[in-house]
C-alpha cells in the first residue's frame, strides 16, 4: 500500500479523503441538512451493512471462479449452476436434519464431489484447450440448470436460519439522536453479520493457505506459470483437482449463504455466474485479494444503487465492470 | 513504396560510408548481474558477422538491446549512422532491422506464402484493406519471389503447421527478408537441422543480395565460420576476440574456452 | 487461393474460377433457388427464414472467433441493437418512442450505430488475453439486456417494440413467405460470400496472424489492437442485418431476444456447426432450427416432457463439443481423411 501511495500520490490522497469522509458519515451524527439531501442515515447505514454482507457473498463465489481461472485456465462458466446446486443440497440437508450449520459442510462435499467428477472425467481430456473447456462448462451450465429445474421446480426456496441467529443484533453505530438526546442505535440482522465474519474468515484462511503453505507456492506458481509448474514434477493433476474441488466446495457454501439471505430459484445460477464476472473483471483475475476488493465495491454498488438510484441499479455496476476495462482492463488488482 | 523507405534510402544515400551498426560502450544490467559489459562493435554494410560463445555469453542479451526488446543500461547504438538508442523496436523494424527467432514465431493456421505475404504486408500500406491484393500486385511479387529465395517453392500453399521443422526455420528466414530489410539478426538459425538442410541453410545465407548485412548468433561453428567475412568472440557478456574465420578458428585461447581444444 | 504467377486473359481467369467452386456449393445453391416452388409457407418463413438469420449472427461470430480466435457473446447483443435502433427510429407500434423516419435513413443508420457499439465493446475486450475475451462479453450482452429491460425513454423496456414491419419497396410485402424467404436468403449468401472474401484479403489474413501469432504480428509493424477491433465492426454489420431480419421476422424486439439465453443459443449455433468455416454457422443454425421446431414432438416421443429442450440442446452441445470440436465439420474433415487413408498401411489412397 505505501508503494501503491508513493507511485500514485494524487490517487491515493483521493481515496485517503474519501475514506475520512465515509468514515465521518458511518460514526457521526448527521446533521439536520445532510438528512434532507440524502435522506436518512439509517437508509445509508443499512445499503451501506447490505452491500458489505453482500460483498461476502459475491466473495465468497466469485474467489472459487477466480482461483479456478487462475490456476486452470479454466472459465468455469458452470460455477453459478454450482451455486445453485449447492443452495439446494444445503437446503434439503437443513431441512431434513433441522440443522442449519449442517447445511454447509454437506454442500461443500456434495458441490466438491461434483466438482472433482467434472475435473478427472472431464477436464482432464482436454488438458490445454481452453476455449474448450469453456465450452463444455457451458453445455454443463445448460444441461444442470435444466435438470434442476425439472426436479425442483420453479419455486423459491429459502434456507430458515437458526433460532439463535434470527432476528436483528444491536449494532454501536448511531443512527440518530432522540429529542431527549439520547442516541438511537442500529439494529441489523445478526445472520448476515455471522456470515460475514465467515466469509472474512474464510477469506484470511485462504490468503495464509496460498501464502505460507507449500501447496500454496505451488498454486501460486502454477498461476503465474503452468508449464514451469508441470516441469517440477509437482502431482499436477492432483493439485488440479483438489483446486477445483475446493472452487466448486465454495461456490456450493455460497449457494447455502444466498439462500438464507435471499432465496434459491432457477435464473440465480445465471445471476451469480455474472456476478462472479463482474467481480473478477473489477478486482482482477487470478486474485484472491482482487476477488474480495470486486466483490466488496459491487456489492455495495449494487446495494446504494437499488437504494438511490433504483431503476438502474444493475446498470451501475455494469458501468462499474466498463470503467474498469477501459482504464485498467487487467482489473483492479490483476497483473498487467 | 511508403514514405518512410524513401527517407531511408535518402539517408543512406547521405551517410555514404556510414557503418550499419555501431556500438559504443553498450552494456546490459539485469539487477546485479552484468549480461553486458562495455561492448564496442562495428559492423560495416552489406558485412557479415558471426557472433560465438558459449551459453550465457550474453548473445541473445545482445540481440535484443539492438532490436530495441529492451534499452541497454549505458552506450549508444547506431544504425546507418542514425542514433536508435532510444527508439522502439517498430521504428527500429521501419529502418530496415530485422530479425529471426530461435523459436519459430509463425502462422500455424496460415500456408507459406500467406506468411511471407503478412510479413511483406507489415511494413507497407494496405494493411486493412478489404480487397483481395490484384493480378499485378507487387508485394505478392515480392513475396513470390521470396519463397523461391528460401527454396520453399514446392510447399507454396502448405499450412505452416504441416511443414517439418527444417522448412519452418527457412520460413523464418524469409519472414526476416521481408521488406526490403538493411540488415538481419539471426538468432541461431541452423538449431535443430540435419546436416542437409544446414547445407541448404549455408546456400540460402550465402546466396543474400550483397547490400543486405547480417550478424549471426550460431553453435554450429561449421556453419557461422562458412557464411561470416568476420567473426566475434564473446564470453561472460564482453567481447574477448575478433578477426576473420580462419584466425578465430586457429587461434589457441578460443579453442581452449570454447572448443574443448579440439573441434568437433 | 490468392495465386496469381503469369498473366492470364479475363475468361480462362473467369473459367478457373468457376470451375474452383465445389460442386457441392452448386448443388446448394440451385436447391436453396428452387425450394419455394414445392416448400410450404411455413417451411420458407419459420424454418429456412429462421435459419438465414441465425446463421447471419452466428456468421459473425465465426468471424471473430474462426479468423480472429476472439469468441464473442456478444453478437446477439449487436443484432438486437440494430433491431432495436429499427423499431427506435422507424415505424412500430409504440408511436410515443418510434421516430417514423424513411428506411432509407433508417436501416443505414441503425446498421451503422451498431457498428460504433461493436467498436466500443471490442476495444474493451480486446486489450486483455482471449481467454477473457468471452467472460467480458458476455457481461456486457448482460448489461445491454438489464438496460434494455430497465429503460422505458428509449427501449421501451420490458415490453420492446411490436408491428415493427419492413418497408413495403417495388409493391411487395417482405413478410410475405417467399419474398421473405428470398430476402434471407440474399443476405446469408451475400454475407457468407463477403467473409469468405475477406478471409483472404489482407483484412482477413491480417486478422488470422493476429489469431495465430499477435507477438510477431507486432514485430512485422501492425498494429495488433487495430485490427482486432476493426474485427468486431466488421462482424457488426453482418451481425446487424441479421437482428434487423429478426426483427422483421417477428414484427418485434423486446429484452428477451438479446437475453443471456438467446446469446448463448448463437455459440452453441456456431460450435455446433463448426467454427472454422463460414458454412458452418448455417449448418449449426439448420439444425439449430430443426431441433427448436420439432423437438417438443422427439421429447414426447422419448417420454420427457415438452419442456426439456434446454436438456436436448445442452446434452447435444456437449457431445459434439466432447467428440469433435471442430463441430459438424470438424467431423465432416474426419471422414473424409480416413476414407482416404488405406486401413493397411495408414497413407493417402
Avoid at chain 1, 125 to 139: A, K, P, S
Avoid at chain 2, 189 to 210: F, H, K, M, W
Avoid at chain 2, 258 to 264: E, F, I, P, S
Wanted: charged share 15%; aromatic share 12%.
Amino acid at each position: 500500500m505505501r508503494l501503491f501511495a508513493t507511485r500514485h500520490p494524487v490517487w491515493a490522497a483521493i481515496i485517503a479523503v474519501a475514506a475520512a469522509i465515509l468514515l465521518w458519515m458511518i460514526f457521526a451524527v448527521w446533521p439536520d441538512g445532510l438528512e434532507d439531501v440524502i435522506g436518512r442515515k439509517k437508509v445509508f447505514l443499512n445499503a451501506l451493512f447490505n452491500g458489505i454482507t453482500l460483498g461476502g457473498l459475491y466473495f465468497l463465489v466469485a474467489s472459487g471462479f477466480t482461483l479456478i481461472f487462475g490456476l486452470m485456465r479454466n472459465v468455469n462458466l458452470a460455477h453459478g449452476s454450482l451455486y445453485l446446486l449447492g443452495g439446494y443440497v444445503g437446503y434439503f440437508a437443513a431441512e431434513a436434519t433441522g440443522y442449519w450449520l449442517l447445511a454447509f459442510p454437506v454442500a461443500f462435499v456434495v458441490v466438491g464431489f461434483f466438482g472433482i467428477l467434472l475435473q478427472v472425467l472431464v477436464f482432464r481430456r482436454m488438458e490445454g484447450e481452453d476455449l474448450r473447456q469453456t465450452l463444455v462448462t457451458i453445455g454443463i451450465s445448460i444441461v444442470v440448470a435444466d435438470l434442476m429445474l425439472w426436479g425442483f421446480g420453479g419455486d423459491f426456496y429459502n434456507i430458515t436460519p437458526p433460532q439463535w441467529l434470527s432476528g436483528p443484533m444491536d449494532t454501536f453505530f448511531v443512527t440518530a439522536v432522540k429529542s431527549s438526546g439520547e442516541p438511537v442505535f442500529m439494529k441489523y440482522p445478526m445472520v448476515r453479520i455471522v456470515i460475514f465474519a465467515a466469509s472474512v474468515v474464510v477469506g484470511v484462511a485462504m490468503w495464509l493457505a496460498l501464502n505460507k503453505t507449500r501447496i500454496g507456492m505451488m498454486i501460486r506458481a502454477g498461476v503465474d506459470d503452468r508449464d514451469m509448474l508441470s516441469a517440477t514434477g509437482a502431482r499436477i493433476q492432483i493439485v488440479f483437482v483438489g483446486v477445483f474441488a475446493f472452487g466448486a466446495g465454495l461456490a456450493g457454501i455460497a449457494g447455502v449463504v444466498g439462500g438464507t439471505f435471499q432465496s434459491i430459484a432457477p435464473g440465480e445460477d445465471i445471476r451469480f455466474l455474472l456476478a462472479s464476472l463482474v467481480v473478477v473483471i473489477v478486482g482482477g483475475m487470478g486474485s484472491i485479494p482482487g476477488a474480495a476488493l470486486g466483490a466488496l465495491l459491487i456489492g455495495l454498488a449494487e446495494q446504494f444503487g437499488s437504494v438511490y438510484f433504483p431503476t438502474y441499479a444493475v446498470v451501475l455496476t455494469f458501468l462499474i465492470m466498463v470503467v474498469v476495462l477501459a482504464f485498467r482492463p487487467q482489473g483492479l488488482l490483476g497483473r498487467a | 513504396m511508403s514514405v518512410s523507405a524513401t527517407n531511408i534510402s535518402d539517408r543512406m544515400a547521405a551517410t555514404g560510408t556510414a557503418n550499419a551498426l555501431e556500438l559504443r560502450g553498450v552494456s546490459k544490467m539485469f539487477g546485479a548481474l552484468e549480461a553486458l559489459g562495455d561492448i564496442d562493435m562495428t559492423v560495416k554494410p552489406g558485412e557479415r558477422r558471426a557472433v560465438l560463445g558459449s551459453n550465457g555469453a550474453g548473445k541473445t542479451t545482445l540481440f535484443n538491446c539492438i532490436t530495441g526488446d529492451f534499452p541497454p543500461t549505458t552506450g549508444s547504438i547506431r544504425f546507418f549512422g542514425e542514433d536508435v538508442t532510444g527508439f522502439p523496436a517498430q521504428e527500429r523494424i521501419r529502418r530496415g532491422l530485422r530479425r529471426t527467432y530461435q523459436i519459430s514465431l509463425l502462422f500455424t493456421g496460415l500456408s507459406v506464402i500467406d506468411n511471407i505475404y503478412l510479413a511483406c504486408r507489415g511494413v507497407s500500406r494496405g494493411r486493412f484493406s478489404l480487397l483481395r491484393p490484384r493480378r499485378n500486385d507487387a508485394l505478392m511479387q515480392s513475396a513470390e519471389d521470396l519463397v523461391r529465395v528460401v527454396h520453399l517453392d514446392d510447399v507454396r500453399d502448405t499450412m505452416v503447421s504441416d511443414l517439418s521443422y527444417g522448412q519452418q526455420r527457412q520460413l523464418e528466414i524469409a519472414m526476416a527478408l521481408s521488406g526490403a530489410p538493411r540488415f538481419i539478426l539471426f538468432d541461431e538459425p541452423a538449431a535443430g537441422l540435419s546436416p542437409t538442410e544446414r547445407r541448404e541453410l549455408v546456400d540460402i545465407l550465402t546466396g543474400l543480395p550483397g547490400h543486405v548485412g547480417f550478424i549471426i548468433i550460431e553453435h554450429d561453428m561449421d556453419v557461422a565460420l562458412r557464411v561470416s567475412d568476420r567473426v566475434t568472440m564473446m564470453h561472460n557478456g564482453r567481447i574477448f576476440k575478433e578477426g576473420k574465420p580462419a584466425e578465430i578458428e586457429e587461434d589457441p585461447e578460443v579453442q581452449a574456452l570454447y572448443l574443448g581444444g579440439g573441434h568437433g | 487461393m490468392v495465386a496469381i504467377d503469369s498473366p492470364r486473359t479475363t475468361t480462362t481467369d473467369m473459367r478457373r474460377r468457376i470451375a474452383s467452386v465445389p460442386p457441392v456449393y452448386w448443388v446448394l445453391g440451385i436447391l436453396l433457388l428452387i425450394i419455394p416452388a414445392f416448400a410450404s409457407d411455413f417451411v420458407m418463413f419459420q424454418i429456412m427464414g429462421w435459419t438465414f438469420i441465425l446463421g447471419l449472427i452466428a456468421l459473425s461470430l465465426m468471424f471473430l472467433g474462426g479468423y480472429g480466435g476472439m469468441v464473442s457473446l456478444a453478437q446477439m447483443a449487436f443484432a438486437g441493437f440494430a433491431g432495436y435502433m429499427v423499431a427506435i427510429f422507424g415505424d412500430s407500434a409504440i408511436s410515443g418512442i418510434s421516430q417514423g423516419w424513411p428506411w432509407w435513413i433508417v436501416i443505414p443508420l441503425a446498421l451503422f450505430l451498431t457498428v460504433i457499439f461493436a467498436t466500443a465493446v471490442g476495444w474493451l475486450a480486446v486489450r486483455t488475453e482471449g481467454i477473457y475475451t468471452i467472460m467480458i462479453t458476455l457481461a456486457i450482452a448482460a448489461a445491454f439486456f438489464y438496460f434494455t429491460r430497465q429503460n422505458y425513454e428509449l427501449f421501451n423496456g420490458f415490453q420492446g417494440f411490436n408491428s415493427v414491419l419492413p418497408p413495403e419497396l417495388f409493391g411487395i410485402d417482405w413478410r410475405g413467405p417467399e419474398a421473405f424467404y428470398y430476402l434471407t436468403m440474399f443476405w446469408a449468401v451475400t454475407g457468407f460470400g463477403a467473409v469468405l472474401y475477406v478471409s483472404r484479403a489482407p483484412f482477413g489474413l491480417a486478422l488470422q496472424g493476429v489469431r495465430d501469432n499477435p507477438r510477431r504480428m507486432a514485430a512485422l509493424g501492425y498494429n495488433v489492437t487495430a485490427h482486432r477491433v476493426a474485427a468486431y465492426a466488421f462482424a457488426a454489420v453482418i451481425a446487424g442485418i441479421g437482428g434487423i431480419l429478426l426483427t422483421w421476422q417477428s414484427a418485434q424486439i423486446s429484452p428477451g431476444t438479446v437475453g443471456i439465453q438467446s446469446a448463448i443459443d448463437i455459440l452453441v449455433i456456431a460450435v455446433i456447426g463448426g467454427l472454422r468455416h463460414p458454412i458452418g454457422a448455417f449448418i449449426g443454425a439448420f439444425i439449430f432450427v430443426l431441433l427448436k421446431t420439432f423437438a417438443v414432438d422427439v421429447l414426447i416421443a422419448l417420454g420427457l416432457g415438452g419442456e426439456r429442450f434446454q436438456l436436448l440442446i445442452g446434452m447435444g452441445f456437449l457431445i459434439i463439443v466432447f467428440f469433435s470440436p471442430d463441430g459438424l465439420l470438424g467431423l465432416w474433415e474426419k471422414l473424409k481423411a480416413s476414407r482416404r487413408r488405406d486401413p493397411l498401411t495408414g497413407g493417402q489412397r
